[in-house]
């Protein structure tokens, strides 16, 4: 059974910095690819970040380039997200997915996988 536990949500000050976790567990060795996913009210899910297991490979959306950074610890079975000079904008519940099928990245369809999230509030 995969379970996928996000943590390290919170309220945060504009430019500040949180780090979130995703603890993967029951993921087989062909889960290829692992990323995070933000999602406000009425809106779509948006891709954040997404990184090939293995940490060779790295994309992100264009709204968070250069503030946010996605990493894995494969000791822990563990991805994070760091994210830096927060923006109002950033608000939104983040969650975690793993093991992507046929598809973009970006879309949410793609992943079999999925945490139950992690709020994120910034404020000024």
């Known amino acids: 059974q995969v379970q996928l536990v996000e943590s390290g949500g919170g309220s945060v000050q504009v430019g500040g910095t949180l780090r979130l976790s995703c603890a993967a567990s029951?993921?087989?060795?062909?889960?290829?690819?692992m990323a995070w996913f933000r999602q406000t009210p009425g809106k779509e899910r948006e891709g954040v970040a997404v990184?090939?297991?293995?940490?060779?490979?790295?994309a992100y959306a264009d709204s968070v380039k250069g503030r946010f950074t996605i990493s894995q610890d494969n000791a822990k079975a563990t991805v994070y997200l760091h994210m830096s000079s927060l923006k109002p904008e950033d608000t939104a519940m983040y969650y975690c997915?793993?093991?992507?099928?046929?598809?973009?990245?970006?879309?949410?369809?793609?992943?079999?996988?999925w945490g139950q999230g992690t709020q994120v509030t910034v404020s000024s």
């Open positions: 029951g993921l087989t060795g062909n889960t290829n690819s």
């Open positions: 990184m090939v297991v293995g940490g060779y490979r790295t």
């Open positions: 997915a793993a093991k992507k099928n046929t598809g973009s990245w970006t879309n949410g369809d793609s992943w079999a996988y």
